[in-house]
């Protein structure tokens, strides 16, 4: 429902910054897919099909393999991208460093310059609450005025700090711990 009321017949952006093995972008794109495949067996409920530009972003070459990988296994679309590297603090560069000059991960490309702003409806990150909380400039520029975060992977005694770093950036943000 929420899919349908709050997307209307609207292309979805959605981003997973973190993406790690894709999980979360792949149930997105796999959500979407399913609405589409219901509508079309529903003669009670027609209605405009939906699409998802699922991507992924992470600095572990090894998981963005995995990750399109998972993507192509659940039949779903989803491609996995390098950060940008004047988004990344020293540690991460050098991560992506690392990984970039394997022969196996030249194919690997950073988040395209088109994909690279305000673009998205719905991002999500699942990691730690102190990369969350350096990451709050970068995961907020890629996020449309009106769009959504969903946050998680944050130990309860961290939550408060990580809520601090999104308040500048998003009017409504709250805490659960469902």
């Known amino acids: 429902e929420q899919l349908e009321n709050d997307y209307g017949d609207n292309s979805i952006n959605f ?7 894709g999980v979360l972008g792949i149930a997105a794109a796999a959500v979407v897919r399913d609405f589409n495949q219901n509508k079309r067996r529903s003669k009670k409920e027609p209605g405009a099909t939906k699409s998802i530009n699922a991507v992924g972003v992470e600095i572990d070459a090894d998981a963005i393999h995995i990750a399109n990988n998972n993507a192509k296994m659940n039949q779903v679309e989803m491609v996995n991208y390098l950060p940008t590297l004047d988004s990344l603090d020293g540690e991460s560069l050098s991560v992506v460093m690392r990984a970039i000059q394997k022969k196996r991960n030249k194919a690997l490309k950073s988040l395209p310059d088109e994909m690279n702003g305000p673009i998205f409806d719905l991002c999500v990150a699942n990691i730690l609450a102190g990369p969350l909380v350096s990451l709050a400039p970068t995961i907020a520029s890629l ?5 959504e975060i969903g946050l998680s992977g944050v130990l309860a005694t961290k939550a408060d700090s990580v809520a601090d770093a999104y308040q500048i950036f998003f009017n409504d943000v709250t805490i659960s711990d469902e």
């Open 15 to 21: 981003i997973d910054y973190g993406a790690g093995s």
């Open 143 to 147: 996020v449309k005025s009106g769009g």
